[in-house]
């Protein structure tokens, strides 16, 4: 019989195009991503980051955020202790990738640790160091990126009490090095985000259609729900527990609390209303995050009200601004203040809030505001914008409707793209409402 490589896992009414790999090929393709992210990745970044010795310490189910997204498609979780040392020898342009552990860890990370030899770990990983006399130890501690701080005390009490006197002033934080491993993204991983985004895209066009939408019938929780357990039966998982809520015309517009808590209940969708998600999933170690709007039609509708379409226009118009403004170097907090400046000054209402995404939803890199800080953020709206780096542009505005007697919230989220080129998206964006039709519209 025919090998399949390639499975695609939908529901009878699914829309996706993007194939899904089966189990035993998604292993195959996750593992060579992570070597080509280890033998030419890790190299630059070690670089970068002037540490020529990364220790990453970590127990069975208590892994190190970083360290999880080392391990090979086959462990699901490190074992025991396990310690790796990556050491960067610059002058003749090498990279160790050394693991104190009984065995190797899949095909890139060898084992360094003969117990029967050396009965102690922690020796055996001071023997490691002394044989190469590293200039700097980097681990992963890290006052403002939780993702960069994976040591827990215990272990690093126990490291520092078997490091010999010597390499201790030589010990620093591998910070900046943690967070360019999270945040950085191969050419690869970036042909499969994009495969990732449109599944995802697919995935929100469907459940924003009459194949999940009956109006005045179907609840905002049916289509969280439906959403789901699509992404549960095309052999994938969400990250979060999607949203999907309304506005209308007859209920005054929530703050920013409530848009962003369960407060808004379960409503019944009604013709007229403004429907909004917010949707991520995850496969093949990457992590979508998307939210996208659509109108549902009245009875003697076509299309959305004017009124609304320039509305979502003004959404557009503010992901624009904020786009604009990436520029390598700059910090989170310094894009996002030229974009809020500039945003008012064009007379629209505000609120951005884009985080990186990659690795984890919510990953490691510049933080460009967040909904309750708008004046920046501290420690991690810092940190600066590099290339080939993911974000989730994640805002809105509110813009005032006088035919509903109140303001609407245009709330978007997509994945763009930062590289040597500028900006893009790594799929495409919504740039019209998408339209659900009652009954009666649709004949």
Same mark, same amino acid.
């Given at each position: ?9 939908? @529901? ?9 790999? %089966? &189990? ?35 127990? &069975? ?7 999880? =997204? ?8 490190? !074992?025991? !202790?396990?310690? @790796? ?47 190469? &006399? ?43 090095? %943690?967070? $360019? ?38 609840? =905002? ?43 808004? $209940? ?71 203040? !030229?974009?809020?400046?500039? %945003? ?22 510049? =933080? ?16 600066? +914008?590099?290339?080939? =780096?993911?974000?989730?542009?994640? +805002? ?48």
């Amino acid at each position: 019989m025919k090998r399949i490589f390639f499975v695609l896992l939908v @529901l009878c009414t699914g829309m996706s195009h993007a194939q899904v790999l %089966a &189990e035993r090929e998604r292993s195959k393709v996750a593992d060579e991503v992570l070597s080509v992210r280890f033998n030419e990745l890790l190299p630059e970044l070690m670089d970068r980051s002037d540490i020529d010795m990364w220790v990453i310490i970590s127990r &069975e189910y208590n892994e190190d955020p970083v360290l999880r =997204t080392m391990l090979p498609s086959t462990w699901l979780n490190a !074992r025991r !202790r396990t310690i @790796l040392v990556f050491y960067r020898d610059q002058k003749n342009d090498s990279i160790e990738k050394l693991a104190i552990a009984r065995y190797n860890i899949g095909d890139n990370i060898e084992s360094a640790w003969n117990k029967e030899e050396q009965p102690d770990q922690w020796k055996a990983l001071v023997e490691i160091i002394e044989k190469r &006399e590293p200039s700097k130890i980097g681990i992963n501690i890290s006052e403002n990126f939780g993702i960069a701080d994976g040591l827990v005390k215990t272990d690093y009490d126990e490291f520092i009490e078997a490091l010999p006197e010597k390499y201790h002033d030589k010990v620093v934080s591998a910070e900046k090095l %943690a967070i $360019g491993w999270i945040e950085s993204r191969t050419l690869r991983e970036m042909v499969i985000f994009s495969d990732l985004v449109e599944i995802t895209h697919d995935i929100i066009k469907e459940a924003f259609s009459t194949n999940v939408i009956q109006p005045g019938v179907t609840t =905002t929780d049916d289509v969280v729900w439906w959403m789901r357990q699509k992404v549960t039966n095309m052999g994938m998982e969400t990250w979060f527990h999607p949203t999907v809520d309304i506005q209308r015309s007859s209920e005054k517009l929530v703050d920013h609390i409530a848009a962003f808590s369960d407060e808004n $209940g379960d409503s019944v969708i009604l013709p007229g209303d403004l429907v909004h998600c917010d949707f991520g999933i995850s496969y093949l170690n990457l992590n979508t995050d998307c939210q996208q709007m659509a109108y549902v039609l009245k009875d003697d509708e076509t299309k959305a009200p004017e009124f609304l379409q320039e509305a979502f226009r003004k959404g557009n118009q503010l992901q624009d601004i904020l786009t604009s403004n990436f520029e390598t170097g700059l910090s989170g907090n310094e894009i996002l203040r !030229r974009s809020l400046t500039q %945003a008012k000054e064009k007379g629209l209402k505000p609120s951005i809030y884009s985080h990186p995404l990659g690795l984890y939803g919510h990953s490691a890199g510049p =933080t460009i505001g967040m909904w309750d800080q708008q004046d920046g953020v501290p420690g991690t709206g810092d940190y600066p +914008l590099f290339e080939n =780096t993911v974000y989730a542009i994640e +805002l809105n505005t509110e813009v005032e409707i006088p035919e509903w007697g109140k303001s609407v919230r245009i709330m978007l989220e997509e994945a763009g793209f930062w590289g040597e080129d500028g900006f893009r998206y790594v799929n495409k964006r919504q740039t019209d409402l998408m339209l659900i039709p009652s009954d009666k519209a649709e004949n």
